[in-house]
């Protein structure tokens, strides 16, 4: 006897892959732009690591390292 199946499990697991991917971008968005306002709110460079690193989050990804701010 035979089994129908409704989807490959191909197809699932690309959806499942799509899914991973978009929540991916969707969370590098996120904390990109909690790493521009914490660089904004610090005191200096050396400031802006220290609350990065205790807020677990990356550095602003390759772009220059955060300006002081006056």
Not at 11 to 18: L, N, S
Not at 35 to 52: I, K, P
Request: aromatic letters at 6%; proline letters at 3%.
């Amino acid at each position: 006897m035979t089994w129908a199946r409704h989807a490959s499990p191909t197809i699932e697991q690309g959806r499942f892959a799509e899914a991973r991917a978009s929540e991916k971008v969707h969370y590098a968005v996120q904390n990109r732009k909690a790493a521009r306002t914490v660089a904004y709110h610090s005191a200096d460079a050396q400031d802006c690591m220290n609350l990065l690193a205790m807020l677990g989050l990356d550095t602003l990804d390759g772009e220059q390292q955060p300006s002081t701010v006056d």
